[in-house]
């Protein structure tokens, strides 16, 4: 068993590799760049050019790649010579600030930056912000006598300045395009990597995005659990009355009142019960807006729709496969043996029938994680529901992308890793299955 | 209905071999088909529904008193009228145009995704059942990878990178298709590459890309048509879920899932738009989905 664990986990892990790799592929590689998703249709390609040297977009992929999944701040470290260390400060309620620093020897945190040609060193006080001292004494000279430093900059990335290299640098935010010369030669942005919790600042948000994404799983979570809790057992019972009433008016209407349900696309079914719950009876909220955290605990009703959609299609999905197991198991000779051997129909079905049809749900699980958490993302920007999915979405609308990167991951190693763990149980349960 | 079906029978044992019987085999193949679909009430009623839609897509403009693209500034999200048959939407143009043009986007695009996703999924699953060993593994390592991905999620990094249009909406929906229809086509193959016909192939020195096409591709048909059919489902499924999330066809074209996404806002003053639309998604997929899974389970019947 071990080693069967142990395998299905390797196996996992390499199928993760290659996600990651597709992942990156597509959002990076894919015609329309990063840096012209940023900045919109009418920078100057001198601006772009610059923006793309600040981003590291000039690095070759392999490097931007493992830049991404495991940091940069080990390939940087050598090149400044001092340890690189970010700080994470508390700004406002919600938005974290993460900030980039070289360790002097002493303990001092410091940056740098090139102002009128003269080298600045920047240290960082305890309260947060910085003292300013003249450093030209550290510029280093190389063979042909050029003055350069290797440096963390103010904007968390190490940098290369050259003495009087006049490289401008161009920078936008919120008040347009900024200026500014003496700018370093080469960048290379500073991050833990998406395997040390770090998946980069979103663009659209201002703040990283692994804070963001906490926040959307646990409620996505919350959704999927409930969906599941609601959906499965209803969906058990019906496909039971249904299979043991093979042929009669009951099943033919529970068969295609499923059928209906697991195919119609979850959207259309979102949408059709808004229009009945929200729009004619007036029962149940139409949007699952949260103004606050606890938002569902104190108005429980927000949550109704979107779980009743995204347990309808899994309802349908599951009645179907119980209904066929029943029917299969109640034209097996051993259901018929123990008819045979005088056994009340009610024994029959919960001793033999019920026990085969509990199998389904967790068959479903391992088949249909996908679908369902596809579904999920479908469900939750229906009723703009502030989970994992609805975040992909808004990313995606607005390539964001390392929001879309982190987030496609997360939302992936979620689905292999409940396949995974719903395909230990299965063969623990299952006598049938040996693992080799 | 019946279990045993003595026109198959019968054509397994007279197998057409003159050229001139081959045009009655053809005839007979297809009556064949009708008989399979008709023995399945879930089948005819999924293909009723697909014909339905299908005529209202081929006669359009027939059947329509507008285009899906005049605008009525007069008449902006109203209901049904003598003018317009299903309202107005929310830019004045007629909801019941807009339906039936849609359809002609949803039945175009679905198929032919699925078609180029066949394509790519038969180019990899041939050889890696085929040849096995290192191409095989590789191959299938892939397309695990690519299987572990949502579909709708490869879906959206794919068009968020690409940019929507009709042409990346029928790339991603081939490369979601790709690897399941490679697995299917590998596993056919690989129970077909040990018959004798293909020892004979060997023997006689045809060149294995011929082997695998004129030998085993047309062996596994059968499976690969009711696999086939049950895509254009899902694709029609995914088209429409494209649109509603604001990844599917730019605006104007008519399109089902779009038409939801602009009516969704309305919705307290005008539901006409988003219940046509809706509605027709749900009937076109639902009956796709019968007419497959119907055929799926009276061919299954038979083996």
């Given at each position: 068993?071990?080693?069967?664990?142990?395998?299905?986990?390797?196996?996992?892990?390499?199928?993760m590799?290659?996600?990651?790799?597709?992942v990156?592929?597509?959002?990076e590689?894919?015609?329309?760049?990063?840096?012209r998703?940023m900045l919109?249709?009418?920078?100057t390609?001198q601006?772009?050019?610059?923006?793309?040297?600040q981003?590291?977009l000039?690095?070759s992929?392999?490097?931007?790649?493992?830049?991404w999944?495991?940091?940069?701040d080990?390939q940087?470290?050598?090149?400044?010579?001092?340890?690189?260390?970010e700080t994470?400060?508390?700004?406002?309620l919600?938005?974290?600030?993460?900030?980039?620093?070289?360790v002097?020897?002493n303990?001092d945190?410091v940056?740098?930056?090139?102002?009128?040609?003269?080298l600045?060193?920047?240290v960082?006080?305890p309260?947060g912000s910085?003292h300013?001292?003249?450093?030209?004494?550290?510029?280093?000279?190389d063979a042909?006598?050029?003055a350069?430093?290797?440096?963390?900059?103010?904007g968390n990335r190490?940098a290369?300045?050259i003495?009087?290299?006049?490289?401008v640098?161009?920078?936008?935010d919120?008040s347009?395009w900024?200026e500014?010369?003496?700018?370093?030669?080469?960048?290379i942005?500073?991050s833990k990597?998406l395997?040390r919790?770090?998946?980069?600042?979103?663009?659209?948000?201002?703040?990283?995005?692994?804070?963001?994404?906490?926040?959307?799983i646990?409620?996505s979570?919350i959704l999927a659990?409930?969906?599941?809790l609601?959906?499965?057992?209803?969906?058990?019972?019906?496909?039971?009355?249904?299979?043991?009433n093979?042929?009669r008016?009951i099943?033919?209407?529970?068969?295609i009142?499923?059928?209906i349900?697991?195919?119609?696309p979850?959207?259309?079914t979102?949408?059709?019960?808004?229009?009945v719950?929200?729009?004619w009876?007036?029962?149940?909220?139409g949007?699952?807006?949260?103004?606050?955290k606890?938002a569902?605990?104190k108005?429980p009703r927000?949550?109704?729709?979107?779980?009743?959609?995204?347990?309808?299609v899994e309802?349908?999905?599951v009645?179907r496969?119980t209904r066929?197991?029943v029917?299969?198991?109640?034209?097996s000779p051993?259901?018929?043996t123990?008819?045979?051997k005088?056994?009340?129909?009610?024994?029959v079905?919960?001793?033999?029938?019920?026990?085969?049809?509990?199998?389904a749900?967790?068959?479903?699980?391992m088949?249909?994680?996908?679908w369902f958490?596809?579904?999920l993302v479908?469900v939750?920007?229906?009723?703009?529901?502030?989970g994992l999915?609805?975040?992909?979405?808004?990313?995606?609308l607005y390539?964001?992308?390392?929001?879309?990167?982190?987030?496609s991951?997360?939302?992936i190693?979620?689905a292999?890793?409940?396949?995974l763990?719903?395909?230990l149980?299965?063969?623990l349960?299952?006598?049938r299955?040996?693992?080799? | 209905?019946?279990?045993?079906?003595?026109?198959?029978a019968?054509?397994?044992h007279?197998?057409?071999?003159a050229?001139?019987?081959?045009?009655?085999g053809?005839w007979k193949?297809?009556?064949?088909?009708?008989?399979?679909?008709f023995?399945?009430?879930?089948?005819?009623i999924?293909?009723?529904?697909?014909i339905?839609?299908v005529?209202?897509a081929?006669f359009?403009p027939?059947?329509?008193t507008?285009?899906p693209?005049?605008q009525d500034?007069?008449?902006?999200?109203?209901?049904?009228s003598a003018?317009?048959?299903?309202?107005?939407?929310?830019?004045?143009?007629?909801?019941?145009?807009?339906?039936?043009y849609?359809?002609?986007?949803?039945?175009?695009?679905g198929?032919l995704?699925?078609?180029v996703a066949?394509?790519c999924g038969v180019a990899?699953?041939?050889p890696?059942?085929?040849?096995q060993?290192?191409v095989?593994?590789?191959v299938?390592?892939?397309l695990d990878?690519f299987m572990a991905?949502?579909?709708?999620?490869l879906?959206?990094?794919i068009?968020?990178?690409?940019?929507a249009?009709?042409?990346?909406?029928?790339?991603?929906i081939a490369?979601?298709?790709t690897p399941?229809?490679?697995?299917?086509?590998?596993?056919l193959?690989?129970?077909?590459?040990?018959?004798?016909?293909?020892?004979a192939?060997?023997?006689?020195?045809?060149?294995?890309?011929?082997?695998?096409?004129?030998?085993?591709?047309?062996?596994c048909?059968?499976p690969?048509?009711?696999?086939f059919l049950l895509r254009?489902?899902?694709?029609?499924?995914?088209?429409?879920?494209?649109?509603f999330?604001?990844?599917?066809?730019p605006?104007?074209?008519?399109?089902w899932g779009g038409m939801?996404?602009?009516?969704?806002?309305?919705?307290?003053?005008n539901?006409?738009?988003?219940?046509?639309?809706?509605?027709?998604?749900?009937?076109?997929?639902?009956?796709?989905?019968?007419?497959?899974?119907?055929?799926?389970?009276?061919t299954?019947?038979?083996?």
């Amino acid at each position: 068993m071990a080693r069967y664990v142990i395998r299905r986990l390797m196996t996992m892990l390499l199928t993760m590799l290659l996600v990651s790799i597709i992942v990156f592929a597509i959002v990076e590689i894919a015609p329309g760049n990063v840096a012209r998703n940023m900045l919109g249709a009418f920078a100057t390609p001198q601006q772009e050019e610059s923006m793309r040297q600040q981003l590291g977009l000039e690095r070759s992929v392999i490097v931007r790649y493992v830049s991404w999944l495991f940091g940069s701040d080990w390939q940087a470290e050598p090149k400044v010579g001092l340890p690189l260390r970010e700080t994470v400060s508390q700004q406002g309620l919600v938005a974290r600030s993460r900030e980039w620093w070289a360790v002097e020897p002493n303990g001092d945190l410091v940056q740098w930056d090139v102002q009128e040609s003269q080298l600045i060193r920047l240290v960082r006080q305890p309260d947060g912000s910085t003292h300013k001292q003249p450093a030209d004494q550290d510029w280093k000279v190389d063979a042909s006598g050029q003055a350069y430093f290797w440096g963390v900059d103010t904007g968390n990335r190490a940098a290369e300045w050259i003495r009087g290299s006049k490289t401008v640098e161009y920078t936008y935010d919120y008040s347009g395009w900024q200026e500014k010369v003496d700018a370093p030669v080469e960048y290379i942005p500073l991050s833990k990597g998406l395997l040390r919790g770090d998946a980069g600042m979103s663009l659209r948000y201002k703040e990283p995005v692994s804070e963001v994404i906490g926040r959307r799983i646990t409620n996505s979570l919350i959704l999927a659990a409930l969906a599941f809790l609601v959906s499965i057992p209803t969906a058990v019972l019906l496909g039971l009355i249904a299979g043991l009433n093979e042929g009669r008016l009951i099943d033919r209407i529970i068969s295609i009142a499923g059928l209906i349900t697991a195919g119609s696309p979850d959207f259309a079914t979102g949408i059709l019960l808004i229009m009945v719950f929200a729009l004619w009876l007036k029962v149940l909220p139409g949007a699952a807006v949260f103004t606050s955290k606890s938002a569902i605990l104190k108005d429980p009703r927000l949550i109704v729709l979107p779980v009743l959609t995204a347990g309808l299609v899994e309802v349908g999905y599951v009645l179907r496969i119980t209904r066929s197991s029943v029917v299969e198991v109640m034209n097996s000779p051993y259901v018929r043996t123990a008819i045979l051997k005088g056994l009340s129909y009610r024994q029959v079905v919960v001793r033999h029938v019920l026990q085969n049809a509990m199998m389904a749900p967790i068959t479903v699980i391992m088949l249909h994680v996908n679908w369902f958490i596809g579904g999920l993302v479908v469900v939750e920007s229906v009723f703009g529901y502030p989970g994992l999915g609805n975040f992909i979405l808004n990313a995606a609308l607005y390539k964001d992308v390392y929001a879309i990167e982190a987030a496609s991951m997360v939302l992936i190693l979620l689905a292999v890793g409940t396949q995974l763990i719903a395909d230990l149980i299965y063969s623990l349960i299952n006598p049938r299955i040996r693992y080799t | 209905m019946g279990t045993e079906n003595p026109a198959t029978a019968k054509q397994i044992h007279t197998a057409p071999s003159a050229a001139l019987t081959a045009l009655k085999g053809y005839w007979k193949s297809v009556r064949d088909l009708a008989q399979v679909i008709f023995a399945s009430p879930t089948a005819v009623i999924g293909l009723t529904l697909v014909i339905l839609w299908v005529l209202i897509a081929v006669f359009a403009p027939l059947i329509t008193t507008h285009t899906p693209f005049e605008q009525d500034y007069k008449l902006v999200n109203k209901g049904p009228s003598a003018l317009h048959l299903f309202g107005t939407d929310d830019l004045g143009r007629d909801v019941w145009a807009r339906v039936a043009y849609g359809a002609r986007t949803i039945l175009l695009l679905g198929p032919l995704s699925v078609l180029v996703a066949f394509a790519c999924g038969v180019a990899l699953g041939l050889p890696a059942g085929y040849y096995q060993g290192w191409v095989d593994e590789v191959v299938m390592r892939i397309l695990d990878a690519f299987m572990a991905f949502p579909a709708i999620l490869l879906y959206m990094i794919i068009i968020s990178a690409v940019g929507a249009s009709s042409f990346n909406v029928v790339i991603a929906i081939a490369i979601g298709g790709t690897p399941g229809i490679a697995r299917l086509v590998r596993a056919l193959t690989m129970d077909i590459r040990t018959r004798e016909y293909v020892a004979a192939a060997k023997l006689c020195g045809e060149p294995d890309i011929i082997i695998m096409l004129r030998e085993i591709l047309p062996n596994c048909r059968g499976p690969l048509i009711v696999d086939f059919l049950l895509r254009i489902g899902y694709a029609a499924f995914y088209i429409g879920t494209l649109g509603f999330l604001g990844l599917g066809l730019p605006p104007p074209t008519p399109d089902w899932g779009g038409m939801v996404q602009e009516g969704h806002s309305h919705m307290t003053t005008n539901v006409w738009p988003v219940l046509c639309a809706t509605l027709a998604i749900v009937t076109l997929v639902i009956g796709l989905n019968m007419f497959a899974d119907g055929l799926r389970e009276e061919t299954m019947r038979y083996q």
